[in-house]
């Protein structure tokens, strides 16, 4: 593979599957010149669920992946890797490393009025105490409650994002939170801004937090900050790829990006 100029260098993105793309979406947003490489792990996906040395050899095989592709900088898309392996990541690279729990935390503290903060994501992420841990290195005084909400993922990734089902499920998790008069929420799981026209209907006049969002703002510092980034005016070039075939991410993927994906290949040789 040529070597590029570091700062032409693509940000490396990895995720469990599918909802890193919401992440992706952010960073596109706001770093429009930024070249990037996706890798979505479907063909082990879900990664909430498994234990956390299952997602530290995960996450050292991802991280590989993407090393191997020159990135000048990784973006760990997935609540769970954030949560229990971004020192395994920071160890098999040796670029700059942002995880999407910091970055939440911190908007989330800059947010709340009452210091009465919820957090939603998967089993994992919320078994692990990540945020709520990060959010008190912001604030030790914020109350933090957790909630997983499992089945946002499926919901998000079948589109239906304004099905009764969906809502009536979001009063089931989101009721708890609601009790406790929390004033800010996190998304904590990168598919559920995919459902935060129900979110947001459910927990009325409360401020959600997108980690993605939060995200790409500390990746936009990062770069600034090491003089990383990218002085083209072009484009940025978004390349995708998966552990798994990727017909079902192509399909699905375009809810999550925004647009179409274009081609996505299969990580050949690392899985």
Not at 100 to 123: D, E, F, L, W
Request: net charge neutral; hydrophobic share 40%.
């Amino acid at each position: 593979m040529t070597s590029k100029p570091q700062q032409a260098q693509p940000i490396g993105v990895f995720d469990s599957g599918i909802g890193g793309l919401t992440v992706v979406r952010a960073l596109v947003e706001r770093l429009p010149h930024e070249n990037l490489v996706y890798f979505g792990d479907t063909a082990r996906v879900p990664y909430g669920p498994k234990s956390p040395q299952v997602v530290r050899e995960y996450a050292a095989q991802d991280t590989d992946f993407l090393v191997s592709h020159q990135v000048k900088m990784i973006v760990v898309a997935c609540n769970t890797v954030s949560s229990v392996a971004l020192e395994v990541v920071q160890k098999h690279s040796k670029v700059p490393v942002v995880g999407v729990i910091v970055p939440g935390a911190r908007a989330a503290v800059s947010a709340t009025k009452k210091k009465r903060i919820g957090v939603i994501g998967t089993v994992g992420t919320i078994a692990s105490n990540a945020y709520a841990n990060a959010i008190r290195q912001f604030d030790a005084s914020a109350e933090v409650i957790g909630q997983a909400c499992p089945l946002f993922v499926p919901l998000a990734e079948e589109g239906w994002i304004d099905h009764k089902a969906t809502e009536m499920i979001a009063k089931e998790y989101l009721f708890p939170l609601k009790l406790q008069k929390i004033d800010t929420l996190v998304l904590g799981c990168t598919h559920y801004p995919i459902l935060e026209n129900v979110i947001r209907t459910v927990v009325d006049g409360v401020t959600l937090i997108d980690s993605g969002k939060a995200t790409a703002s500390d990746v936009e510092q990062v770069l600034e900050e090491q003089h990383l980034r990218n002085p083209s005016r072009l484009k940025g070039n978004v390349q995708f790829f998966v552990s798994d075939i990727p017909y079902r991410f192509s399909e699905i993927g375009e809810r999550f990006l925004g647009h179409t994906l274009g081609k996505v290949r299969r990580a050949e040789g690392f899985f």
